[in-house]
Nanobody, 124 residues
Framework: VQLQASGGGLVQAGDSLTLSCTAS????????LGWFRQAPGKEREFVAG????????YYGESVKGRFTISRDNAKNTGYLQMARLKPEDTAVYYC??????????????????WGQGTLVTVSS
């Protein structure tokens, strides 16, 4: 499966933004989906994950209550809705797919398929 992340941009603190992850090559429903982010000089960090049918979601502590992960398998697309953005949310955001459909895993190494990343910049 190939993944394409999009929707990043420059926003102000407190704003909202929605990222999309579009899959091609294979149906996205065959994978659990994760969002990760990487800020300059920092390691890649788990943001959120969702299993194949959307019944199971999991969030990193720093985004709980502000971000929402979802997916539309009919559109082969996953989403990350980000609300109340903070300057510390500034990073390149990546979507990734894991062939373990029922399990949501937070580890970078658990995902075998990655999109190219989309930059989110939050100004104060």
């Amino acid at each position: 499966v190939q993944l394409q992340a999009s929707g990043g941009g420059l926003v102000q603190a407190g704003d909202s933004l929605t990222l999309s992850c579009t899959a091609s090559g294979r149906p996205l429903e065959g994978y659990s989906l994760g969002w990760f982010r990487q800020a300059p000089g920092k390691e890649r960090e788990f943001v959120a994950g969702i299993n194949w049918n959307g019944y199971i979601t999991y969030y990193g502590e720093s985004v709980k209550g502000r971000f929402t992960i979802s997916r539309d398998n009919a559109k082969n697309t996953g989403y990350l809705q980000m609300a109340r953005l903070k300057p510390e949310d500034t990073a390149v955001y990546y979507c990734a797919a894991n062939s373990e459909t029922w399990i949501v895993r937070p580890g970078v190494r658990e995902y075998g398929y990655w999109g190219q990343g989309t930059l989110v910049t939050v100004s104060s």
